[in-house]
């Protein structure tokens, strides 16, 4: 497993978001969390990138513990997140939150640098054309798009995603899939936050699904997608 979690607790106060969740990650797989509203799946995310302080439990990356290493050891070992709501810098140009992405690098001048940032234009060629323009005018698809292509930049072995499709029309919701899969097939692996089941259900290999801060369930994704209780609660019945 590149990412084992095992009996994480995290608690906001009195209020307890996650409790007791164990998973693993496996190398080269997208993984999937999927869960209503208000059932801990960014605070899992946010756990997981250092945002959070763990309650109880254990993070295992790499072979390495990190439950309590800051955010900023954690991308130097290659986690990195695109968070939920775009996240991007407004004032800075596209160009400019690219380069923020990839801040813990010493190799910013290097040929391999100039390879990654050409991957991600490749990826997603409108970041290419608006490298100038400020990253607060763009549309909201194209946000998302610049906050996964930042996360990219910092050269992660795991890309922890939260929520990529939300706010997004039908046609580019699955447009953000497809690169999603891409991203995964050139040798990253993928955890996913996603409120979107069906879609995430489809091209995931494990998933999870969390109800009230607990896993009830977990199988791969073609597995869960054919549960009548799964496809009761959360993907519309069909
Ligand atoms: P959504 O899909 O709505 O973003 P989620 O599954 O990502 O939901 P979390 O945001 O992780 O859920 O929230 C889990 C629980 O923790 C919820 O009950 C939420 O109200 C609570 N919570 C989240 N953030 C905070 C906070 N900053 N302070 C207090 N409670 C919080």
Do not use: W
């Amino acid at each position: 497993m590149l990412l084992e979690v095992k009996g994480l607790s995290v608690n906001y106060g009195h209020i307890e978001a996650i409790r007791d969740i164990s998973f693993g990650v496996a190398e080269g797989t997208i993984t999937t969390l999927i869960g209503a509203n208000g059932a801990g799946k960014t605070t899992t995310l946010k756990t997981l990138s250092g945002l959070r302080k763990v309650r109880e439990g254990k993070v295992t990356f790499d072979g390495k513990d990190i439950t309590d290493l800051s955010p900023e050891r954690r991308v130097k070992l290659g986690i990195s997140q695109s968070p939920e709501g775009r996240g991007c810098f407004p004032a800075m140009t596209v160009r400019e939150n690219l380069d923020m992405g990839a801040y813990v690098r010493s190799d910013r001048k290097s040929a391999a640098y100039a390879q990654d940032l050409d991957r991600v234009y490749e990826l997603f060629p409108r970041l290419k054309e608006r490298e100038k323009q400020a990253a607060g005018s763009m549309s909201g698809g194209e946000q998302q798009m610049l906050a996964i292509g930042r996360a990219l930049m910092a050269r992660p072995k795991l890309i922890l995603l939260d929520e990529p499709s939300m706010g997004l029309a039908p046609k580019l919701i699955q447009q953000i899939f497809s690169i999603i899969t891409e991203i995964n097939q050139q040798g990253t692996t993928v955890l996913l936050v996603e409120q979107n089941a069906a879609q995430a259900l489809k091209r995931s290999h494990e998933a999870h699904i969390l109800e009230t801060g607990e896993i009830v369930r977990s199988g791969s994704g073609k597995e869960l997608a054919g549960d009548p209780a799964v496809k009761a609660a959360y993907l519309g019945g069909d």
